[in-house]
């Protein structure tokens, strides 16, 4: 009879064991899976200004232009002269490749498709269906002797 009795408490507990490790490796096997394929949601951090460095930057004076991340998107800045500048969303609205500068037509070009931009943003050739968006530039003096800082923001 005690036998029978302990037999039966080796069996629950056996029984116990194993149901709970394999739940536990289960569990170990379908958390990682299932965080994998449904990762939590980062809200993108939205940008409204960013600094895109002094106004001598060598990229600038030597191109006429840079790509500067706003965010998670590339803009073009553009130099048009010493003291103006201009900035656009840097991808193309056509099937979004990064624009650039041509400093010798004084153009912004898409080279994906020929795409052609004035420096106002606005369709001139190609295929580009719509204007680039602009953004707002401005020149801020950052103390004397100190180039000053260009700082685009959305228009
Ligand atoms: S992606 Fe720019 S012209 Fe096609």
């Known amino acids: 009879m005690a036998d029978s009795e302990g037999a039966s408490g080796r069996r629950r507990f056996?029984?116990?064991?194993?149901g709970?490790?394999?739940g536990a490796l289960m569990a170990a096997i379908a958390y990682p899976v299932a965080r994998f394929v449904?990762?939590?949601?980062v809200p993108e951090a939205s940008t409204n200004q960013v600094e895109a460095g002094p106004t001598n930057?060598?990229?600038?004076?030597?191109?006429?232009?840079?790509i500067v991340r706003f965010g998670a998107d590339p803009v073009i800045l553009v130099r048009v002269s010493?003291?103006?500048?201009?900035?656009?969303?840097?991808?193309?609205?056509?099937?979004d490749c990064i624009v650039e500068f041509?400093?010798?037509?004084?153009?912004?070009w898409c080279n994906c498709h020929n795409g052609d931009y004035n420096l106002h943003?606005?369709?001139?050739?190609?295929?580009?269906?719509?204007?680039?968006?602009?953004?707002?530039?401005?020149l801020v003096f950052k103390g004397s002797g100190q180039p000053?800082?260009?700082?685009?923001?959305r228009a």
Do not use: M, N
């Open 102 to 108: 041509q400093k010798d037509k004084q153009r912004i």
């Open 57 to 66: 930057d060598p990229e600038l004076l030597e191109k006429g232009f840079k």
């Open 82 to 95: 010493e003291t103006e500048y201009r900035a656009f969303a840097g991808t193309c609205t056509h099937l």
């Open 14 to 18: 056996l029984t116990w064991f194993l």
């Open 121 to 138: 943003g606005q369709v001139v050739a190609g295929p580009p269906p719509k204007p680039l968006e602009p953004f707002k530039v401005d």
């Open 148 to 153: 000053q800082t260009i700082v685009v923001s």
């Open 38 to 41: 449904s990762p939590p949601e």
């Open 20 to 22: 709970t490790s394999a």
